[in-house]
Nanobody, 127 residues
Framework: QVQLVESGGGLVQAGGSLRLSCAGSGRTFSRYAMGWFRQAPGKEREFVAAISWSALSGDRTYYVDSVKGRYTISRDNAKNTVYLQMNRLKPEDTAVYYC?????????????????WGQGTQVTVAS
């Protein structure tokens, strides 16, 4: 059974940093696409970042424009874990952050392309 478990959320002041982790089990995720999405109250789930693998180019990363230069997605295959390092956080980054995974995605930014989801972790950025 596939499980994704997020951790690392919390309350932080604007300008601070957090690192989210998503630990996977039930599969070896090294060749899976892994994505981070977020959902703020009253808003739709939004793509944040993704990392996908191909035999041709290895891992490739994707970011929504609003987090480029501030967030970094990475993975540790030995730990079957993907990370989201979030720096220079802003109050508008406040949301529940979800990890998602799929063996193959057509569009890494589209939630419907992902098969497995974690339960989410709350990130609150105080102004």
């Amino acid at each position: 059974q596939v499980q994704l478990v997020e951790s690392g959320g919390g309350l932080v002041q604007a300008g601070g940093s957090l690192r989210l982790s998503c630990a996977g089990s039930g599969r070896t995720f090294s060749r899976y696409a892994m994505g981070w999405f977020r959902q703020a109250p009253g808003k739709e789930r939004e793509f944040v970042a993704a990392i996908s693998w191909s035999a041709l180019s290895g891992d490739r990363t994707y970011y929504v424009d609003s987090v480029k230069g501030r967030y970094t997605i990475s993975r540790d295959n030995a730990k079957n874990t993907v990370y989201l390092q979030m720096n220079r956080l802003k109050p508008e980054d406040t949301a529940v952050y979800y990890c998602a995974s799929s063996i193959a995605v057509v569009n890494p930014q589209r939630p419907d392309d992902y098969e497995y989801w974690g339960q989410g972790t709350q990130v609150t950025v105080a102004s």
